[in-house]
Antibody, heavy 125, light 106 residues
Framework: QVTLKESGPVLVKPTETLTLTCTVS??????????VSWIRQPPGKALEWLAH???????SYSTSLKTRLTISKDTSKSQVVLTMTNMDPVDTGTYYC?????????????????WGQGTLVTVSS | SFELTQLPSVSVSPGQTASITCSGD??????ASWYQQKPGQSPVLVIY???TRPSGIPERFSGSNSGNTATLTISGTQAMDEAAYYC?????????FGGGTKLTVL
């Protein structure tokens, strides 16, 4: 059974750095066939892709946010970590991690077949 | 930058066919995916690679993509299909989501 679970702070202050962890089960981060992405959603708004990482450490970032984002993985812990610097109230929202099946990625780009439950992050002083 | 445009809302009567569109420059040259999101829940993949349904997704969900428009079609729409639907594509190394369409079944 594939599961992903996000964890991290509920509240961060403006200018602080956010660190979120996605813990996966049912598949391995060393599996070349899988990757993990982070996606966020402000309250009442649309989904926004942030970054993804594959087993070979291949990474990709949102163009508009790449200067603030770092994605990494700890295969032994089955965790993918996202850090976002210089947090602002507009960064408030639910942050999801999701799995990418690699088999389709090279021909058609990523899609996200399993999602975590999401974690709500509020940025406020 | 590449953008995907969706109508904010679509209404359909139970049992009828709902069509939800997603527009982008030469979208037909790329692959589109669709996600269903009900209030308070995480998105669920309903269509990938334009037309493929994941295991467990009902046959009433289908997709197409040509020209500048991808379409998610729900045949015999049921009350349980009321949700927000998001299209998604990949362009120049970036994942792009549409703004979402709220489907109301009334």
């Amino acid at each position: 059974q594939v599961t992903l679970k996000e964890s991290g702070p509920v509240l961060v202050k403006p200018t602080e750095t956010l660190t979120l962890t996605c813990t996966v089960s049912g598949f391995s981060l060393s599996n070349a066939a899988m990757g993990v992405s982070w996606i966020r959603q402000p309250p009442g708004k649309a989904l926004e892709w942030l970054a993804h990482i594959f087993s070979n450490d291949e990474k990709s970032y949102s163009t508009s946010l790449k200067t603030r984002l770092t994605i990494s993985k700890d295969t032994s812990k089955s965790q993918v970590v996202l850090t976002m610097t210089n947090m602002d109230p507009v960064d408030t929202g639910t942050y999801y991690c999701a799995r990418i099946p690699r088999v389709y990625y090279d021909s058609s780009g990523p899609h996200f077949d399993y999602w975590g439950q999401g974690t709500l992050v509020t940025v406020s002083s | 930058s590449f953008e995907l445009t969706q109508l904010p809302s679509v209404s359909v009567s139970p049992g009828q066919t709902a069509s939800i569109t997603c527009s982008g420059d030469k979208l037909g040259d790329k692959y589109a995916s669709w996600y269903q999101q009900k209030p308070g829940q995480s998105p669920v993949l309903v269509i990938y690679q334009d037309t493929t349904r994941p295991s467990g997704i009902p046959e009433r969900f289908s997709g197409s993509n040509s020209g500048n428009t991808a379409t998610l079609t729900i045949s015999g729409t049921q009350a349980m299909d009321e949700a927000a639907y998001y299209c998604q594509a990949w362009d120049s190394g970036t994942v792009v989501f549409g703004g979402g369409t709220k489907l109301t079944v009334l």
